[in-house]
């Protein structure tokens, strides 16, 4: 089992950059590809992206492609979500999430058995 924790969100304006962070307990962090999440009140959860075990691919929901870049550091158990030129429709809770390592997507959450508790994004226009 691997325990998450983000990080890093908060209220800021439009056109600002963010950074969440997640830490991941437990000695076994590489072993899980990781993803971000997010859910905007009223709406599903959506997929934001995802980053291999080795960091070596990264995927990402195609309406954020060139804003958010995913990242991990495997020495220190943490993965991160880069944000920029954020509008008010990227308000939500952001979560990261440890994908089993017999999924076979990415972008679906059904893959992802662990998840953070969360942390809320608000970006006032």
């Known amino acids: 089992q691997v325990q998450l924790v983000e990080s890093g969100g908060g209220l800021v304006q439009a056109g600002d950059s963010l950074r969440l962070s997640c830490a991941a307990s437990?000695?076994?962090?590489?072993?899980?590809?990781m993803g971000w999440f997010r859910q905007a009140p009223g709406k599903e959860r959506e997929f934001v992206a995802a980053?291999?075990?080795?960091?070596?691919?990264?995927y990402y929901a195609d309406s954020l492609k060139g804003r958010f870049t995913i990242s991990r550091d495997n020495a220190k158990n943490t993965v991160s979500l880069q944000m920029t030129s954020l509008t008010p429709e990227d308000t939500a809770v952001y979560y990261c999430?440890?994908?089993?390592?017999?999924?076979?997507?990415?972008?679906?959450?059904?893959?992802?058995?662990?998840w953070g508790q969360g942390t809320q994004v608000t970006v006032s226009s």
């Open positions: 999430a440890a994908r089993s390592p017999r999924a076979t997507y990415y972008s679906q959450k059904e893959s992802y058995p662990y």
């Open positions: 437990g000695r076994t962090f590489s072993s899980y590809a």
């Open positions: 980053i291999t075990r080795s960091g070596g691919s990264t």
